[in-house]
């Protein structure tokens, strides 16, 4: 069974940083590009960020550019991102995604973790 | 940055009828298109991608059609679970992967 599970999230201050995981299982997850999705409260579906298979190529919304980073460890099953210079507009549930393209494209997401709450306030 | 437009915004419908959604890309994205359904308190689920192709365990009366800059998500005998707001997702073009506004469809 495709789990993909979240946590880190949690309360900071506006210029915090923050490291949210995703632990993954089910799958060989060396084989699949991730992405990030994050969702403000009430409002619609955002991407965030995607990584290639072996982390090689990392990609980020105009919002986050700069300020957040995309990596993987392979060896454990595991997804990360890092959030700097976090603002208010950060808050959001974050989701982990599995894409479900090829090789040269994350494409569709066709498996989501269940979320990490991300609240940026003072 | 290829725009996705969902309407209706909202949708209310009886149960055992049908319901259409739209999606409209502001350029061509080809047959690269997914549709969603998200639950409230859920994370999202994917129905359709490339366009029409029912994900793993969707039943039939889900189908998607289109091409091109206009999609449509049909749900067929109406359910009142299938009460939930549903979004498009491009993959032409990226980045970004963007999605629609979201249809919230009740079911009356």
């Known amino acids: 069974e495709v789990q993909l599970v979240e946590s880190g999230g949690g309360l900071v201050q506006p210029g915090g940083s923050l490291r949210v995981s995703c632990a993954v299982s089910?799958?060989?997850?060396?084989?699949?590009?991730m992405s990030w999705v994050r969702q403000a409260p009430g409002k619609g579906l955002e991407w965030v960020a995607n990584?290639?298979?072996?982390?090689?190529?990392?990609y980020y919304a105009d919002s986050v550019r700069g300020r957040f980073t995309i990596s993987r460890d392979n060896a454990k099953n595991s997804l990360f991102l890092q959030m700097n210079s976090l603002r208010v507009e950060d808050t959001a549930l974050y989701y982990c995604?599995?894409?479900?393209?090829?090789?040269?494209?994350?494409?569709?997401?066709?498996?989501w973790g269940q979320g990490t709450l991300v609240t940026v306030s003072s | 940055e290829i725009i996705l437009t969902q309407s209706p915004a909202t949708l209310s419908v009886s149960p055992g009828e049908r319901a259409t959604l739209s999606c409209r890309a502001s350029?061509?994205?080809?047959?690269?298109l997914a549709w969603y359904q998200q639950k409230p308190g859920r994370p999202p689920r994917l129905l359709i991608s490339?366009?029409?192709t029912r994900a793993t365990g969707i039943p039939a009366r889900f189908s998607g059609s289109g091409s091109e800059t206009e999609f449509t998500l049909t749900i067929s005998g109406l359910q009142s679970d299938d009460s939930a707001v549903y979004y498009c997702?491009?993959?032409?073009?990226?980045?970004?992967?963007?999605f629609g506004q979201g249809t919230a469809l009740e079911i009356k």
């Open positions: 995604a599995r894409g479900g393209g090829s090789s040269w494209s994350p494409g569709h997401f066709d498996y």
């Open positions: 089910g799958f060989s997850f060396s084989n699949y590009w």
């Open positions: 990584i290639k298979e072996d982390g090689s190529e990392n």
């Open positions: 350029r061509n994205v080809s047959n690269n």
């Open positions: 490339a366009a029409s």
């Open positions: 997702q491009q993959y032409n073009y990226w980045p970004p992967n963007t």
